[in-house]
């Protein structure tokens, strides 16, 4: 069902709409948000300054932007979808050219106030304009190889101007967010694993590649996989984080070493403690106690979302809020394997936690967005 | 766009499937976050702790307090002197040229050491000091005090080094300290901690060398957190371990001084002991040296200087230089001969100036002869052919026994460097270590001290404090430790009958009182510190018959590693025996003309406390020249504040 076949009637209006809104996911939010205001002060060292302060503005700024995008109808955007994901394809060539060169990585614009990320932007908009997409197309042309091709090229175009900026973490991002809702659409089984099978023979080329003139990945990358594999190898060069970063980890015990207590993160051992391993400061000063909170906190983000997704009526807004909550666990799954040594260093940050503007910001929106879906289905009878 | 009621349903249906197909991989991958969060949180936990604790703590050592080195009298003779440093910051200075550039305007600086320190801070994280200068004075340091706000980054630094204040007084007895060399590691089985800190000083000779487990005392340590560059953050926990024992010697540092002083332009040595408890009072050896150059590591030019010497002022003649006794040993051969009932006290026998046996003549030293001679007078005059004679009768090994008896061939346990055990040989000893079967002629060159007898000074002292108390007395260097009394070596009664010692020492009176005995011209003038001595001069070198002949052996025209040692030991109150002296002069000459008077100045000085002995107690038509020679004495300036200046 599609929303155009909606009872308007059903559907709350005006302010009325504030009540609809999801509060489970706000509270939850609020909750993650605090938590990472609570590690950027203890990380700073007992210091509102420099991150902990920006941070909250920003949070506040998001939850503004959350609020603003849930009043808005659902069906509005599902119908600038399009235009959203070609904004934001602009945005990602416009930093080929006008961007900032960081850490390696050209990734964002810098607009004087603000720093935007458009890789993170795209994230959102692909998932939007994919289940706007699947809305759009009848069921039972899904799984035929012509409707399969375009959403894989929808996906496809700004993953590889991700990939060869390069930032390997937001091109996995989108490989893995996009096929997400591409299996949710019910997309055949055999298309998964006949792409499983290639990304395997991906992951061998792109290996083998390895010192080769026609390499694919930048030194870098490689060696961040060597020490993946093997941190012990370098454990003064690039494995010092990982090794690093687990010690936090596990020296937090089962209670952790206490509020502002961790020596690790206080002491500089570990890397980035204020973005990419903000868990580890955490898990060291809150323990396993704090880190299996945290982890739940998320979780139950997730259930919100598939329990209002079971709920919706039409697929745009079901896609799509199963999309940013699979989005939502993309990241942070990833990053706590990431400083858990269970996966690559790739740059991918702890969602509403680690310091950083456009992560959050966008990740507010998309909220919103979930929000509008919740508030705008038709309920009763 | 219009779609069928069955369409929209499968739709949803689909999505609800997967939906929940994915929650269900979601979950599934959760849990397996939260138990891989589990095992390393819980199971692991006590490993990672420990290697976040490995990151953060580093243990440092703090070296203890050295203990200090006083002499009888609570005065300082070794010491740890504050020893200031310029330390620089290299992230607190900005600009390092210009902040070195005007330090260079306030004191010296060392051009070589300074540029080695300017590599060493680039080298190193900027904010680990530097130090720029060592040994600075107290002055420089002040200067660079007052001139703080012009030195960014600069800091003064006290650290502690050993300093001997007596210089070189106790040169041999105390020693010196060192940084510790490769081979002081090689030789402990398991090396201290402190030996590792950079620069750590240790005992390198005497006193120092031999009481180092004393004086060291223990490492303290010191537990500090450091970040991730090395900073140190804070100071955890610290103990300051224990300072070393200070120890306090029986020497006397004025007769000391004195000794020193009197032993001048000699090479020689002279001993003073207390004759009831073994104190030694006085342990000098000439020439000396001073042992701060080897704290700071000696120059090779001072090292040199000091090798070449031919006097060897490195080596402590006191109890590692052995020299044969000469007549000093006479003591012993009377006793010897006293005990077998060789000699009597009356009886006598006659010197003709020489003594035939085994096909060869033994010399007396007066080539006239001194006619009938018994004991008494032997000594007194120190007639060769006496001893010769009452000797052969009975004989080396025991000679040698009874010289056992007096402390000669023994070694004394002193904490001193090399203390020697010279020599007191027997018919076994020769057998054994020269393959060859003892001869009479042996004999009668031991019982005069020629030979293979060998006696340090230390020996000599001792074996006079022995005749003189008629005890066992053993010497003793350190009066106590840690201020606690060390104890008094339990000496006994010497095994040997009064009446034959009696003897002897009213021989030892005549030789010093009277006017045929060999030492009458340093007679001590005053009634009741009248001293009893014996003479020697001992041969380094053979006579020749046609030396003999020609009567050409005065030592002034040999030269001087050839000529005679000159000899004396004593002891004194005769009536109330306090102190025994030995002295040996190296090539000095005759006991008697050169030994002796350096015995009876530093015996005076040692009956009035180290004080230079008042004219009185010399007879009166020598006084003029004994005031002459006290006045050019190279006394060592006493401060007033020293002897208040005790333990701190």
Known sequence: ?381 | MKRNFADSALSARRINRRALILGGAQAALMAGLGFRMRHMQVDQAEEFRLLAEENRINMRLIAPARGLIFDRNGVVVAENAQNYRIVIVREDAGDVDEVVDRLRRLVHLDEAELERSLREMHRRSPFVPVTLADRLSWEDIAEVAVNTPALPGVTTEVGQSRHYPMSEDFSHVVGYVGPVSDYDLSRVEDPDPLLQIPKFQIGKTGVENKLEHLLRGKAGSRRIEVNAAGRVMRELERHDGTAGADLQLTVDHRLQNFVQARLAGESGAAVVMDVWNGDILAIGSAPGFDPNLFVRGISTTDYSALTENMYRPLANKTVQGTYPPGSTFKLVTAIAALEAGAAGYDSTVWCPGYLNSGGRRFHCWKSGGHGHMNLHDALQQSCDVYFYEVANRCGIDKISEVANRFGLGVRHDLPMSAVAEGLTPTREWKRLRRGEDWMPGDTLNASIGQGFVLASPLQLAVMTARVASGRAVQPRLVKSIGGVETDVVEDGPLAASDAHLQAVRRGMYAVSNTSRGTAYRTRIEVEALRMAGKTGTSQVRNITAAERARGVFRNEDLPWERRDHALFVGYAPYDAPRYAVSVVIEHGGGGSAVAAPVARDVMLAALHDGAVPPLEAYPAAQREEIREQQEALPLRPMSAQEPGRSRA
């Not at chain 1, 570990?270 to 973005?275: A, D, F, G």
């Not at chain 1, 979302?305 to 990833?334: E, K």
């Not at chain 1, 990431?338 to 998309?366: C, E, H, K, Q, R």
Request: charged share 10%.
């Open chain 1, 1 to 381: 069902m599609s929303y155009l076949e909606y009872t308007v009637a059903t559907v709350p209006s005006g302010a009325r709409k504030i009540l609809y809104m999801n509060w489970p996911i706000v509270i939850l939010l609020v909750t993650v948000a605090c938590t990472g205001f609570l590690m950027l002060y203890s990380v700073a060292g007992g210091s509102m300054q420099p991150w902990a302060e920006p941070q909250m503005k920003r949070f506040l700024l998001g939850l503004l932007v959350m609020f603003v995008v849930a009043m808005v109808p659902i069906w509005f955007w599902r119908n600038v979808s399009a235009l959203a994901y070609l904004v934001s394809l602009t945005l990602l060539l416009a930093v080929e050219f006008f961007g900032v060169t960081g850490m390696g990585a050209q990734r964002w614009i810098d607009l004087g106030f603000f720093r935007l990320q458009p890789s993170e932007l795209a994230k959102i908009t692909l998932v939007m304009l994919l289940a706007a997409y699947y809305d759009w197309l009848p069921v039972e042309r899904v799984s035929r190889p012509l409707w399969v091709l375009l959403p894989i090229t929808i996906i496809l175009v700004p993953t590889a101007i991700v990939l060869q900026q390069p930032d390997l973490g937001t091109a996995l991002l989108l490989l893995a967010g996009g096929g997400i809702v591409m299996f949710l659409a019910g997309v055949s089984w055999l298309y998964f694993g006949a792409v499983a099978a290639a990304a395997g023979g991906l992951v061998y080329t792109v290996l083998a590649s390895r010192g080769t003139p026609w390499q694919l990945l930048k030194d870098y990358q490689f060696r961040r996989i060597d020490t993946f594999l093997d941190p012990a190898s370098d454990p003064l060069g690039s494995g010092y984080h990982i090794t690093q970063s687990k010690i936090a980890l596990g020296s937090g015990g089962l209670t952790g070493r206490g509020f502002m207590q961790g020596t690790q993160s206080r002491l500089n051992f570990l890397p980035e403690k204020h973005t990419d391993f903000i868990f580890t400061t955490l898990a060291e000063e809150f323990g396993f106690i704090g880190s299996l909170s945290l982890l739940s906190l998320y979780g139950l983000i997730i259930v919100f979302c598939i329990t209002s997704a079971l709920a919706m009526r039409d697929r745009f807004s079901a896609l799509l809020t199963l999309g940013v909550g699979a989005t939502l666990f993309l990241y942070f799954a990833i990053n706590m394997s990431m400083v858990m040594g269970l996966a690559p260093v790739v740059g991918v940050p702890l969602p509403l936690v680690s310091y950083g503007g456009s992560a959050m910001l966008v990740l507010m929106a998309a909220f919103g967005l979930v929000q509008s879906a919740h508030v705008h289905r038709p309920r009763g009878r």
